[in-house]
């Protein structure tokens, strides 16, 4: 599509009146899903589609529609038809006083190779190895594509290959291990490491369940729960309009009233991600922004419009200035090390349900989900019921922050509402010397 893509672009410059500019943004996939239930396939499909999304503009004006495109001659029609009505509105847009868009060509074009292995070497693995388990859950794999041009002539093209499998090893109840490897490519090791985890959790579940009260404890929390906890500092934790208007949950951190643990180094590492090195509005993307140096606040994401409107410089953000590939730096705990540095205290594989419960002081509360064991002396003791927890990032990550894992888990977003989500994280588990459980 990329070649039928810029000539689509070259197609709506040659329908420019005078003074009008356009943005062509282009996004598409071709994905398998497989979901499973009781170990066995019960659906099997792919998913292709392909986008194009117009923006016409002229001065500060600017209005866009958005169609499917199917990658023939037909598309230039529909395009043409998509243009002319976009002009009929352009004249009664508002001015924007905060549109800004990239006038300096800058093109780029990467293409990841396809490493993906076929249904027929990856499916039988996987069937194979939850056989007798009660699995569920779903597979997706297949390459995304992401595309921009403008009437200045910027071409820029991304094309990314991933895999991932979301899901849960049934035991009763409401007990379950969660079971989640994303990769670029399948590794059948690293996959039967995880598989093997999961299974001794699950031996574990099934021991008497353990009922602690509420209170401060030890805790490990693995990747997949700091996952969910850096998450939340998506929504306007690195975002230089919530920063200025001060509904940042990291707003002390920004001010230096606080800070974090030293050891915690976080960076939008776009290099390395699965997200386009491009923005919509065809800026490009550094490969990496620091956001938490040493503890301290570093630097927000800024849009092209949070740039205008607080006099900044933008470096590649989207309108909403959340991170697409969060990396946390690691620290030196080894995997096998874990229990024993825990002590006695909360294992604690995965956290849900989070919000902030004080916004201003980044305290967040959740509940603890699937596979949550006690640990005694180093050895799991038992898994403990479901439980609430209410604390700040400023104790987690800051003043109760023991040790970070050496091995960090990559991990792809799982959403694919609309489309599958390129955003990801590379993020490390963390001994906490307190987290505070309410009920």
């Known amino acids: 599509m990329r070649e039928h893509f810029f000539q689509l672009a070259g197609a709506i410059g040659r329908m420019l009146a005078r003074g009008e500019g356009f943005l062509a943004r282009y996004s598409g996939e071709r994905s398998r899903f497989v979901r499973f239930n009781r170990a066995a396939i019960r659906q099997s499909g792919t998913v292709e589609q392909h986008y194009l999304a117009i923006e016409l503009f002229r001065g500060r004006r600017h209005v866009s529609g958005r169609l499917a495109v199917t990658g023939t001659d037909a598309d230039r029609q529909r395009v043409q038809s998509v243009v002319e009505n976009l002009r009929e509105t352009l004249s009664s847009a508002p001015e924007d006083p905060l549109f800004l868009i990239n006038e300096t060509i800058l093109s780029t074009t990467r293409r990841d190779p396809g490493d993906l292995p076929p249904d027929s070497l990856v499916l039988p693995v996987i069937l194979d190895a939850v056989a007798g388990l009660d699995f569920v859950g779903f597979y997706a794999a297949g390459p995304i594509w992401h595309g921009f041009a403008n009437g200045f002539g910027q071409r820029n093209w991304s094309a990314v290959h991933s895999l991932l499998l979301d ?46 009260a509420p209170g401060e404890y030890r805790a490990f929390l693995a990747p997949a729960a700091m996952e969910e906890l850096l998450g939340m500092l998506g929504w306007g934790g690195f975002s230089l309009a919530a920063h200025r208007t001060g509904t940042t949950p990291l707003i002390r951190l920004a001010r230096g009233e606080t800070s974090l643990n030293p050891m915690v180094a976080l960076i939008e590492n776009t290099k390395d991600g699965f997200a386009p090195a491009f923005q919509d509005e065809g800026f490009i993307r550094p490969d990496q922004v620091p956001l938490i140096c040493d503890g301290q606040y570093r630097n927000c994401l800024t849009s092209p419009r949070s740039a205008i409107e607080f006099h900044a410089v933008q470096n590649g953000a989207n309108g909403d200035e959340s991170p697409v590939a969060l990396e946390m730096a690691a620290g030196g705990l080894a995997q096998t090390d874990i229990l024993a540095t825990l002590g006695t205290g909360l294992l604690i594989g995965n956290l849900w349900y989070l919000n902030y419960s004080d916004r201003n002081a980044c305290r967040l509360t959740g509940m603890t989900r699937f596979a949550t064991f006690w640990v005694e002396s180093g050895e799991i003791a038992g898994p403990v019921n479901v439980m609430r927890f209410d604390d700040s990032l400023y104790r987690i990550l800051g003043s109760n922050l023991v040790a970070l894992t050496a091995e960090r888990e990559w991990r792809p977003s799982t959403s694919t509402y609309d489309c599958r989500s390129t955003s990801s994280m590379h993020i490390p588990g963390a001994v906490i010397d307190s987290l505070r459980l309410t009920l």
């Open 167 to 212: 899901g849960c090893l049934y035991l009763h109840g409401d007990k379950a291990v969660k079971l989640f490897y994303g990769a670029s490519r399948w590794d059948s090791d690293a996959f039967a490491a995880k598989l093997a985890t999961a299974k001794v959790q699950l031996q574990h579940l099934d021991r008497p369940a353990k009922q602690i």
